[in-house]
């Protein structure tokens, strides 16, 4: 691939900020359009951020219409993914399954099923004989339904933004790794350049897919970008014997906690309420007691499972849990990509289809203004999303 870290290229047509799996795939998808001399920018290793997550799952199980279509659409990019752009993302479709303990969880999925049917997503709910015999490890005790979609799974994001780089480096991309933005050139209601510490480039576009460090880019540009970093942690428990079942990436929908097969054991994640915001990416091993307590009734065989190591990254959270993406109204040429809440990785192949769209001001699949960056200052409301794991 096309690296480089001293000097960064004098001009380029766009310039995308970020080299995690979104950003890659904007790259990706805009090359692949004839877009020329694009620059993707990124402050450590490709994949380096939130993106550096050892396994990311897959599903178009949403509740919210938008995120749906986001998270189907790009389902399939993911199973096409090794004839375009061309490459093995270990994708593995078991499926998604939510445990759900109350009639209010229940009522609320099935309702979220309804929908997820009706845009051709698979889902179906199940009675606990049914998702005990999918997960072995739940506990039917206190169970009141499940939710449960087949073609959904789980696969590496980093051998996705590897798949996504290497084709977009043969279509001209270059990447300016271990490079840091410092400011932006604005005149009038446009980006004239991108200051870093290896060089300014002169642009006509900038792409924000910044993730957890969004908030900061947008403000150089004058424009909002409401995004705060929170740590999320997960653990990998010691090989298994005999080995773990195939299981779907199974979440008890209360406390979040959530499991799912990984290589010779499985892997144990939990999204701690009490987390305080900040870009401290230390794993801090304390909060498996929280994932213990939550699975003793659920999942009570994993409470005592050893665990070997863990690892540590960011989730880029918006006050609705939704993402933010569209184009800025000032700068015009300010157009960005974050704020997924931890559902960026799923989302980045229909993401990348509609960024190249508004860059080239195309219409896209799907109407994405819901998602625009000034809805919490407008008026304009998304539905929070339910689902936050």
């Known amino acids: 691939m096309s690296f480089m870290s001293r000097p960064v290229p004098p001009t380029a047509d766009v310039v995308i900020v970020g080299g995690g799996v979104m950003g890659t795939s904007i790259a990706y998808h805009l090359a692949e359009a004839g877009v020329h001399h694009i620059v993707v920018i990124e402050r450590g290793e490709l994949g380096s951020g939130s993106s550096g997550k050892p396994i990311g799952g897959v599903r178009a199980q949403f ?32 499926g998604y ?25 698979p889902s179906r709910m199940i009675g606990p004989r049914e998702a005990h015999q999918l997960c072995p490890y739940l506990s039917t005790d206190g169970l009141v339904a499940a939710a449960y979609s087949p073609t959904d799974g789980h696969a590496r994001p980093g051998l996705a933004v590897q798949g996504y780089a290497r084709a977009a480096a043969r279509a001209g991309v270059a990447f300016a790794t271990h490079t840091t933005v410092t400011g932006l050139d604005t005149t009038g209601d446009r980006v004239t350049a991108v200051h870093t510490d290896h060089g300014r480039i002169s642009c006509s576009t900038v792409i924000c897919a910044a993730g957890a460090w969004s908030e900061r880019l947008g403000a150089m540009a004058g424009v ?9 942690q997960l653990a990998f428990t010691a090989p298994l014997a005999p080995p773990a079942p195939r299981i779907p990436f199974t979440i008890d929908f209360a406390s979040t906690a959530y499991f799912h097969n990984s290589d010779d054991g499985l892997l144990f994640g939990l999204a701690d309420p009490a987390q305080a915001d900040g870009f401290d990416t230390t794993w801090t091993p304390d ?28 989730y880029e959270v918006t006050p609705d849990h939704n993402a933010l993406i569209g184009r800025a109204g000032a700068p015009h040429n300010f157009l960005y990509a974050t704020g997924f809440s931890g559902h960026g990785f799923l989302q ?10 508004i860059h080239l001001e195309r219409t896209p699949f799907i109407d994405v203004t819901p998602f625009c960056a000034d809805r919490f200052t407008t008026g304009v409301q998304t539905r929070p999303e339910i689902h936050v794991v």
């Open 63 to 94: 509740s919210d219409p938008l995120n749906i279509e986001l998270g189907s659409r790009s389902l399939r990019a993911w199973q096409d993914f090794g004839q375009r752009p061309g490459a093995d993302i270990r994708l593995d479709s078991v």
């Open 287 to 314: 909060w498996l007691q929280l994932f213990r307590t939550a699975v003793q009734r659920r999942a009570p065989a994993l409470a005592d499972m050893e665990t070997t190591s863990g690892w540590a990254g960011l």
């Open 97 to 121: 399954l939510f445990a759900l303990t109350s009639d209010q969880q229940t009522a609320d999925f099935e309702t979220a099923v309804r929908i997820q049917n009706s845009l051709g997503v």
């Open 224 to 232: 909002h970008l409401p995004v705060r970093p929170v740590r999320r």
């Open 348 to 357: 980045a192949p229909a993401v990348g289809e509609i960024m190249r769209d």
